[in-house]
T-cell receptor, first 113, second 113 residues
Framework: GQQLNQSPQSMFIQEGEDVSMNCTSS?????WLWYKQDPGEGPVLLIA?????ELTSNGRLTAQFGITRKDSFLNISASIPSDVGIYFCAGHYSGAGSYQLTFGKGTKLSVIP | NAGVTQTPKFQVLKTGQSMTLQCAQDMNHNSMYWYRQDPGMGLRLIYY???????DKGEVPNGYNVSRLNKREFSLRLESAAPSQTSVYFCASSVNRGPTEAFFGQGTRLTVV
């Protein structure tokens, strides 16, 4: 099946620093999604990308859909303590009416005040 | 403003016992999903229901059954629990665009001993 490689697995940063994480796939997707999961909670959608090359922002978050359709990155600017959590990328290929999302294994972000 | 509600939040089962995980959404979404989340594995789709009256297998359906009781409710049943089914289970729902932009519940942490 499709696989997503998400990196880094974890990162420790100082409050105020910028963060960058990315996902690469062995096959193409039509949609890239970025979720955040807080401890004990379900994932919450941060950004959805629907077009190759698309760059989308949501407050301090910016994500891009790679031009090859096999990768995506998420940047967080000026990190704050509440950015702590696990960030997941997910890809969707809509061929044949697929309802399958492929998730990366997550990037655990720790912010040092 | 409940969104997706899962019950129970925690459960411990003995090997061979059965149980049903309940999920209800109040957003009038057509599609509903059951995922499991294991450490270092990301989320994997167990079953989904594209619309009321239909259910289909996802990536890891073995050992599970589902019922789409009505538009609001989608339950997951373990007929004979096994230690390999120890996991955190998430229910999600989405409108007609497939699994993208899905809203997740808070999860059920299941331990099988």
């Amino acid at each position: 099946g499709q696989q997503l490689n998400q990196s880094p697995q974890s990162m420790f940063i100082q409050e105020g620093e910028d963060v960058s994480m990315n996902c690469t796939s062995s096959s193409i997707f039509n949609t890239w999604l970025w979720y955040k999961q807080d401890p004990g909670e379900g994932p919450v959608l941060l950004i959805a990308l629907y077009k190759a090359g698309e760059l989308t922002s949501n407050g301090r978050l910016t994500a891009q859909f790679g031009i090859t359709r096999k990768d995506s990155f998420l940047n967080i600017s000026a990190s704050i303590p509440s950015d702590v959590g696990i960030y997941f990328c997910a890809g969707h290929y809509s061929g044949a009416g697929s309802y399958q999302l492929t998730f990366g294994k997550g990037t655990k972000l720790s912010v040092i005040p | 403003n409940a969104g997706v509600t899962q019950t129970p939040k925690f459960q411990v089962l003995k090997t061979g016992q059965s149980m049903t995980l309940q999920c209800a959404q109040d957003m009038n979404h057509n599609s509903m999903y059951w995922y499991r989340q294991d450490p270092g594995m990301g989320l994997r789709l167990i079953y989904y229901s594209a619309s009321e009256g239909t259910t289909d297998k996802g990536e890891v359906p073995n050992g599970y059954n589902v019922s789409r009781l009505n538009k609001r409710e989608f339950s997951l049943r373990l007929e004979s629990a096994a230690p390999s089914q120890t996991s955190v289970y998430f229910c999600a729902s989405s409108v007609n665009r497939g699994p993208t932009e899905a809203f997740f519940g808070q999860g059920t942490r299941l331990t099988v001993v």
